[in-house]
């Protein structure tokens, strides 16, 4: 009968309709993304790749004119205050490490590694190929030792502080460990050794298969949390944004005095569990009742399952923080902060109680001659606008001698609270009421519309794996953190004149008038 076939027909054509709707909705869409795909065991399958931070003086003419009207991050890199021409090494004393000495040492250090990564193989049976670490010459973290002087971790226009950091977010880990501070306190039974017995205190030290190393500290808290008003300072909790953001605010304050730091996607039974050789590593780890692998540090302050820190149900966000060079390479001192804070519930330090602290500082050595003090005051500016309240010691390599640059180590305190800004935090620059007129050129750069702060944060911290490394309210306590710094310095300038209170610390070259923003404004 017709009718039956003209049905049968419009039956077939619906089918038709529904089956490529599925095809060029559905299965087409999935089939691109797999063409497009991240690389193989890429957590974030299909995930455009972001692009690493640009170096100061990377920017090509044709990219700076690109930007005149859009990016607020390579208009700021190519203002003359980061054009200006950096002093390069003049000898070998102005240089960290010797290049033909540091590859030596680290070439000994690796066969050593591959002849107990052997051992430990053949001791477990273990027959699947294991290829043996080799010593690049061109590793970028070897480029990056060797690229610390006198002056800086990093110079602005150095190509390795990228490619390390691809290296460090790319890289298959071969080895996994407890660092030293954990290591020192296995055994130990009494918590008064430790100087921050918080019960959150933990990291990992990872070696990448270029035999580089990274400090691994996992995410412990959440970005939209706030750490609680009553909660002390020493047993806050420790953030990994907070240490990826410390570093791109360095930069940015052009101080280079923050490791190359990174965030990244760990596989804590992949890159952790699988290749870590320390057996106390590896019988913290356990799974948990929502089937997520975890694990907590050894320690006896730590040894409890509501320590630990647990993946999804593999993967654990993290900051990666390259290595410095060896201790026996480049030895270090960790010297107490002459403000150092009073880590005990009741009682506080002189500087807390004493407006004129400051003066006692200036008659010590090596306060009262040379950058030192300068060197505490940017120390304590960079620490302010993170919220830091932790700097306890500040670090320094022994081959600069007294006028070194100080190490901006451990930042993972920072950005606990947007909300409150610990204006005591700046009491060596209240207190001292002086600033390197570098330090107070940039941050009046920084103040000014077209440079403002929270707005090149945002942009370099959005290139980041992790992105977004920091809530919208820790970006605008920056600006708000930046002007009081102004103002300190503003009130500073009325009461004892800017000749006393800026210090001509370098020939830089000079903002110009019209970028001028002035300290109390």
């Known amino acids: ?199 959150v205190h933990l990291k990992l030290v990872l070696r990448f298969q270029d035999f580089g190393k990274a400090m691994f500290k996992p995410m412990r808290q959440e970005r939209e949390e706030e750490t609680p008003e009553d909660c002390f300072y020493f047993v806050d909790f420790q953030r990994h944004n907070a240490e990826i953001a410390a570093f791109h605010l360095d930069r940015i304050l052009d101080f280079r005095r923050v490791p190359p730091t990174i965030g990244r996607l760990i596989n804590v039974t992949k890159d952790i569990l699988e290749v870590t050789k320390n057996e106390i590593l590896q019988s913290v780890f356990f799974v948990s009742p929502a089937s997520n692998v975890c694990f907590f540090a050894k320690c006896p302050y730590m040894c409890k399952t509501e320590y630990a820190v647990c993946g999804n149900p593999h993967l654990l966000e993290g900051s990666l923080s390259a290595f410095l060079p060896s201790l026996n390479l480049a030895p270090r001192l960790s010297i107490p902060n002459p403000w150092i804070r009073s880590y005990s519930f009741a009682g506080k330090e002189e500087w807390e109680v004493n407006p004129l602290y400051c003066n006692t500082v200036r008659e010590i050595y090596p306060y009262n001659s040379g950058n030192r003090l300068l060197n505490i005051i940017d120390m304590a500016i960079f620490d302010f606008l993170i919220g830091n309240m932790d700097r306890h010691h500040y670090e320094m390599f022994t081959k600069f001698g007294d006028e070194g640059f100080l190490i901006h180590l451990d930042n993972a305190r920072g950005f606990g609270r947007h909300s409150h800004d610990e204006t005591s935090i700046l009491a060596p620059l209240s207190q001292c009421c002086i600033i390197k007129r570098t330090t107070l050129l940039h941050l009046q750069l920084l103040a000014l519309p077209e440079y403002r702060l929270s707005d090149v944060m945002r942009e370099s911290l959005l290139l980041d794996h992790l992105a977004p490394v920091l809530t919208e309210p820790h970006l605008l306590a920056l600006d708000r953190r930046l002007w009081l710094i102004l103002k300190t310095v503003g009130k500073c300038i009325d009461a004892h004149g800017e000749d006393k209170v800026v210090a001509n610390d370098t020939k830089q070259v000079e903002v110009p008038f019209f970028d001028r923003v002035t300290p109390t404004s």
């Open 1 to 199: 009968m017709p009718w039956i076939r003209r049905d049968r027909l419009l039956i077939l054509l619906l089918l038709g309709a529904l089956l490529s709707a599925d095809l060029y909705f559905h299965l087409w869409p999935e089939v691109r993304r797999q063409l497009a795909g991240a690389e193989p065991g890429c957590p974030c399958r299909g995930a455009p790749r972001p692009a690493l931070p640009p170096s100061p003086a990377a920017a090509s003419p044709s990219a700076r004119a690109r930007s005149a009207g859009g990016s607020k991050l390579r208009r700021l890199f190519a203002h003359p205050l980061y054009r200006a021409p950096e002093q390069p090494p003049r000898g070998p004393e102005e240089s960290l490490l010797s290049r033909q000495e540091a590859v030596r040492y680290y070439r000994r250090k690796m066969v050593r590694w591959n002849r107990r990564h052997k051992l430990y193989r053949e001791e477990l049976n273990l027959t699947s190929p294991d290829s043996l670490l080799q010593l690049g010459r061109e590793a970028s973290w070897l480029q990056f030792h060797l690229g610390i002087s006198r002056y800086g971790l990093y110079p602005r226009s150095s190509p390795a502080i990228n490619k390390l950091l691809h290296a460090m977010q790319d890289f298959n880990t071969v080895s996994a460990d407890y660092s030293q501070d954990e290591k020192a306190l296995l055994g130990a039974c009494d918590c008064t050794q430790i100087v921050k017995p918080s019960g």
